[in-house]
């Protein structure tokens, strides 16, 4: 008899938990099945819009380069179907240099309240001032990684846009002047704020009245060799439900050993003035180390193509690409 109750109970405790099993088998089904069906995001093509910038040379802001990456921008996010808005302003650089900046903006289902923002800064620095020869402070960094990495991965992701249009309204906002800050040659007394010029404007001044996106996603330094991403500090300040979701999402597609879960060193980037001055959460997806700062082709003469990896650049991209089409 006793038998007989004990194996009641236990086909019972069977019939219970494999229910409750299935239950989160099925759901975890369901977001695998969504991953799969997600547009194909070509590393390669992502990679020749990187080289396609770096080719025009360092992108400082009032050269020949920075006007020409900046028409071809413009025309790639209109031919693939984005509707552009472009903000033309006059900045003022740390040493009082007139910088003619444009935040170049290109909308998604712009009809669409529903939205959310993918961002990166595509100016150079004017400067290598991290590099270990003193001779090449004055030299512009080519940026293939500072800059040219987090458009080349959106640009992918627009041609995907207009492949397969997202449910929701998607903005890539490309921002002017992020590295025009004081080198740190300049010993003259630090104004602070001297970075970030184009999305402090756009924080100040939304190319929309009354933007009120869900939130945002700023991409720095993507296309470096075996990257760390950090949840930077910030971020998980003002947005720690958007990183935690990012994260998952990476860690869904096989990619947690790039997105590491934890904490951060803060990273005075565009991501922080949008969330102070803008109040838009905003998170920052940017390669660094908490023990040895940013890669070492940071702000030298050594950030270029031959340093870009294009499986990072891919991994990046996924991750966007996952986001933006699970956002219903
Ligand atoms: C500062 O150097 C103050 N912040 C890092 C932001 C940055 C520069 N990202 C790329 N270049
Ligand atoms: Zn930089």
């Known amino acids: 008899m006793k038998s007989v109750v004990y194996l009641a109970l236990f086909s019972l405790l069977l019939f219970v938990s494999c229910q409750s099993n299935e239950q989160s088998t099925s759901s975890q089904k369901q977001e695998t099945q ?10 390669d093509s992502a990679y020749v819009f990187v080289a396609n910038q770096v080719a025009f040379g ?12 900046g028409d071809y921008m413009v025309a790639t996010l209109q031919r693939f179907g984005a509707e552009v ?3 033309r302003v006059q900045l003022k650089a740390y040493n009082n240099t007139i910088l003619d900046a444009r935040n170049i903006i290109g909308s998604f289902n712009p009809e669409q309240k ?26 512009p960094v080519q940026g293939a990684n500072d800059g040219a990495s987090g458009v080349g991965v959106l640009l992918e992701l627009a041609r995907l846009m207009q492949q397969v249009p997202p449910t929701i309204g ?18 003259s007394a630090d ?14 001044n939304p190319h929309k009245e009354g933007y009120k996106p869900k939130y945002g996603i700023l991409l720095d330094m993507v296309g470096g060799k075996n990257p760390t991403f950090l949840q930077e500090y910030f971020s998980m300040l ?5 990183v935690k979701m990012v994260w998952k999402k990476a860690h869904q597609l096989g990619y947690q050993d790039y997105f590491i879960s934890q904490p951060g060193n803060p990273v005075i980037d565009d991501h922080y003035y949008i969330n102070k001055i803008a109040n838009i959460p905003c998170i920052d997806i940017i390669h660094y180390s908490n ?31 996952a986001v933006v089409y699970s956002e219903k």
């Not at 940071?298 to 891919?314: A, C, Q, R, S, V």
Request: aromatic share 14%.
């Open 34 to 43: 969504d991953l799969i069906q997600n547009p194909f995001y070509n590393a």
């Open 58 to 69: 360092p992108r400082v802001p009032n050269t020949d380069a920075h006007k020409k990456c």
């Open 85 to 87: 808005t472009e903000q």
């Open 114 to 139: 529903t939205r959310i923002f993918l961002c990166a800064h595509w100016d150079s620095r004017p400067y290598s001032d991290n590099d270990t020869d003193s001779a090449n402070y004055h030299t």
């Open 170 to 187: 998607v903005d890539i906002i490309l921002f002017d002047a992020e590295d025009y800050g004081r080198p740190s040659f300049d010993k």
């Open 191 to 204: 104004i602070g704020d001297s970075f970030c010029l184009g999305s402090q404007y756009w924080s100040r």
């Open 238 to 242: 003002y947005a720690p439900d958007v």
């Open 291 to 321: 023990q040895t700062g940013f890669v070492d082709t940071w702000h030298t003469i050594y950030d270029t193509m031959e340093n870009i990896d294009k499986t990072t650049l891919g991994v990046v991209g996924r991750v966007v690409t």
